[in-house]
């Protein structure tokens, strides 16, 4: 027994003289690099929020049919600063830049994007501002690998951590912002880059704490839906149901896109002239439907709280779909996710109007998954993204009408970028 003892005692002090370790797997200068990113992704948008919101109440007090003349004017501000200091590209050209151009994201077009996503942004443009966030926070990823010398999938990963802390602090979800950063590079295979998973948790729980100590975000819904309360099985099929109508509208919303863009494409003038006719165009459309206008974080509120008829919610869904497509299409810079959603938001609504005993959360979020699904798509994040916007606790509902939406997308994505080489040449042969 006491030699049992003497051993024992042996073998605790020998792990006890032994110095303690970090495990170079867990805790390593690259998490240590992840986190720093995060860190300036959360400061850089703070720091653009806070920009976006002083111009947005500036710029929002000029009402009335004054909205026209100061959506053009801004229109023709941003389309100077991209025509004189550089086109800072669209959701398109990161996308490719990942996949095709090693994961480089470059900085220099940043100053671009920045000035002229806020004019679009604050003025009133159907489009929001993850997509500039993305571009910046991303590059911030390109150029901290440079620094530090990476090279292949630990720089695209950087990359992907730094878009993935853009949305995170946009949509205050960090798990739904890695998946979101990961799926929206392919349109088919999720997580072609699963490598990168980890930096962007990282990453977007860093910048989501800056994020939210900046601007005070709280951790409820940013959407508040009536509660809901699964009432049969059946309810899975509701939201299929409502889902097919959604994945409609958003077909109709890949259409109208295209036909503005093949008509802003036929003419033959510097992008100012574009984008001073695209803000000629949307504040039109804000003078007459004033819910249209900006990138709806707040209008879906206003919808959700509403009591609107049905000719007024035809009447906003349809012009909303065409004030995003001429956001996209006239150079005007910013995201259409939040739009996107709005627009869910409406059909779910007019879909309730029409059939009251339906229960209205379950209609709207159904169809707020299946549009964006269709669009971008992103099931997966779509799902944890409107679960954590809008408090609806039931996943299932949500992911069956992601699935819906992805599944009954066109064959050729709307992110052009999405694709593989061989596809985009597989389409041109035909």
């Known amino acids: 027994m006491k030699l049992k003892r003497r051993r024992k005692l042996v073998k605790y002090a020998d792990i006890l003289d032994r110095p303690i370790r970090f495990n170079p797997f867990v805790f390593s200068r690259m998490f240590l690099l992840w986190a720093v990113l995060g860190l300036f992704g959360g400061l850089i948008s703070g720091i653009y929020w806070v920009v976006l919101m002083f111009l947005t109440d500036f710029l929002g007090g000029y009402q009335g049919w004054l909205v026209i003349p100061i959506m053009a004017i801004c229109g023709l501000l941003a389309g100077l600063i991209i025509y004189f200091i550089g086109d800072p590209g669209e959701m398109q050209l990161i996308v490719n830049n990942i996949r095709f151009n090693k994961g480089k994201l470059d900085p220099k ?38 620094i530090f010398r990476l090279k292949g999938e630990e720089l695209r990963s950087l990359s992907i951590a730094g878009m993935a802390s853009g949305f995170t602090a946009l949509f205050g979800a960090p798990l739904g912002g890695s998946l979101f950063a990961l799926e929206i590079l392919h349109h088919k295979h999720a997580v072609e880059y699963y490598q990168a998973i980890i930096p962007a948790l990282v990453a977007s729980g860093f910048s989501y704490i800056v994020f939210a100590l900046i601007v005070h975000l709280g951790l409820g819904p940013t959407w508040h839906l009536p509660a809901y309360e699964m009432a049969t099985v059946f309810d899975f099929a509701w939201a299929i149901f409502f889902a097919v109508i959604a994945t409609f509208v958003g077909w109709g919303f890949i259409f109208c896109t295209k036909f503005f863009k093949n008509l802003f494409g036929k003419l033959k003038t510097p992008i100012y002239v574009k984008t001073l006719m695209g803000g000629l165009l949307l504040g039109t459309i804000a003078f007459y439907l004033p819910i249209t206008r900006y990138f709806s974080h707040f209008e879906i509120e206003t919808l959700l709280v509403g009591d609107f008829t049905i000719k007024f919610l035809v009447a906003v869904l349809i012009f909303k779909i065409i004030a995003i497509a001429i956001t996209v299409t006239s150079g005007w810079r910013g995201g259409f996710i939040i739009p996107l959603f709005f627009c869910g938001t409406a059909l779910g609504l007019l879909i309730h109007t029409i059939f009251p005993s339906i229960n209205l959360s379950l209609t709207i979020v159904s169809c707020m998954a299946a549009i964006n699904a269709c669009v971008t798509r992103t099931p ?10 809008t408090g609806f606790t039931y996943f299932i509902p949500i992911l069956f009408a992601s699935l819906t939406g992805y599944f009954l997308a066109p064959r050729i994505p709307f992110i052009g970028a999405q694709m593989e080489e061989k596809e985009k040449k597989a389409l041109k042969n035909k």
């Open 380 to 389: 997966m994040s779509t799902t944890i993204l409107l679960a954590t916007l």
């Open 109 to 146: 077009n940043n100053p671009s994007m920045i000035l002229s996503s806020l004019l679009c942004v604050a003025s009133g443009g159907s489009l929001g501002p993850e997509a500039p966030l993305v571009q910046v926070t991303g590059s911030t990823g390109s150029w901290l690998g440079k």
